[in-house]
């Protein structure tokens, strides 16, 4: 049973129940206001939203993309701010009158147009913030945006195509999950299930390196390849090299060109949590969203040097690329190393099919598995806690745990996870450059009311008043609140009885306590989390509201499109969230 009183003097709101309401529901005394949805004009003239699906490839190039997912704000002033916001994918249900059964070429533009990064300045008017339509740095960045590779695996053989056979100006990106943000003051963003992107009509045979990217060479359901030869990966097989990357984007200018950081490693990215250790690296967390996947970090060569932004801006093109191992006992709680991603160490040699450092940093999930890192429960993202010594990765689900090579125990206790779990670790001394760290769960997500007695009823900070499933997105506040956003089944039947639709949690990482704060309408995910400097509006992603044909009309209402959505919500005495 909860607590009548709150027993955290972290979490001051009151809990919302679960939903399966097609709106977005905040806590007593909070509101919560659209700032953009997808198809929303982010330039001065561009077309407004329209319903149909007819609008072109141009029109939505000067919208807001589909499918919102992790953004930052960067203040400007006081009153002013840019912020760069992931498009992952895009709904054709939604996007095409059609439906997207068969595209023409410029539906396929138009798709191309639909993901990427938007980048818009918003403004503070009476305290409410809003989209400037003139902002100088308004920008979209799409499949189609022209690119550089840094670091070790610029320009190898591998990443050499027909249309760019030195291999250093990749063409675009898409499938960005989250992201991260850096002291230097750029964007990362992170490319997430790339592979869906790709595949053949003809008839031929990958790569085993293909294959465990989840490239294959049949017909893809985005069709891109039918109209655009570089996605047919049988014509053109190294160009799927070319994404799996972390990207670097300078928000602040609209004419910048993204930087894909090979020295980063190339996997299924989640988002880039970066911290400045003690001795000036950074270090960057990074985990890779596959069932059996593992968990990264990434130390810098270089320091930061505070006041040097010029030179700071060259700190992610060179570092070591380190892979989690964890003890595998039963305690739920243990030690563990990150290992070291080397060419010539730990058994990346020729010998072992790794050539040099370029193919241990293209092929990563090949390298992790050399070297016998974990299989996780598919890590999505990783938050380091304001005090600099805990760190929290969602592990969200896997059905697969349980089966070959991906044993039960360690920080993925449960055979065929369904519900997921957050990892919380501790590095040797609060240096997050050392090899060996202290692990244990924070929260075991489930069902008390259908599971008694075992893993699948929950950690014991799981109630049937703040239960869900699938912790995706995380983040801190400045005083450390950790918000927790879900992307699981919403079914609100069996063994999800009673968790409603997608939700937002906040967690005192200390004591354990969990409290729901948002949920969302039917059938979105919740993702994507920023803050105006002040704390007092959060920005809130609702991505995919209807995905499938779920009865959804939000925002709009009436008999409209469902339309991926970033919330903000406030409070009514203007105050900071959560406090
Ligand atoms: Fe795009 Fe793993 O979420
Ligand atoms: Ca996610
Ligand atoms: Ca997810
Ligand atoms: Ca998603």
Redesign the pocket.
Known sequence: AVAATPKSSLLNFEAVPASTADTVVVPKGYRATPLISWGDPIFVGAPEFDQSGKQDAHAQAHQFGDNT?GMSFFPLSENRGVMAINN?YTNYEYLFAHKGDQLTADDVRKAQAAVGVTIVEVIRKDGQWQVDRSGQRNRRITANTPMMFTGPAAGHALMRTQADPAGIKPVGTF?N??NGQTPWGTYLTCE??FDDFFGSNQSGEVTADQKRYGISASPSDYQWHQHDDRFDVLKHPNEANRFGWIVEIDPNDPFSTPMKRTALGRF?H?NAALTLNKDGHAVVYLGD?ERGEHLYKFVSKHRYQAGNDATNRKLLEEGTLYVAKFDMNVDLKGQGTWIELTFGKNGLTPENGFNDQAEVLIFARRAATQVGATTMD?P?WVAVHPDKKHVFCTL?NNKNRGKDGQPVGGPNPRAKNHYGQILRWMPLHGDHASDSFVWDLYLIAGNPTVHKGDLYAGSDNVNGQNMFNSP?GIGFDAEGRLWIQT?GNYSNQGDFAGQGNNQMLCGDPITGEIRRFLTGPIACEI?GLAFSPDYKTMFVGVQHPGEEGAPSHFPDGGDTKPRSTIMMITRDDGGVIGA
């Open positions: 997912d992952e499938n999950c989250s997430e299930n299924k989640e969203d598919r999505e969200t995706d992307d993702t």
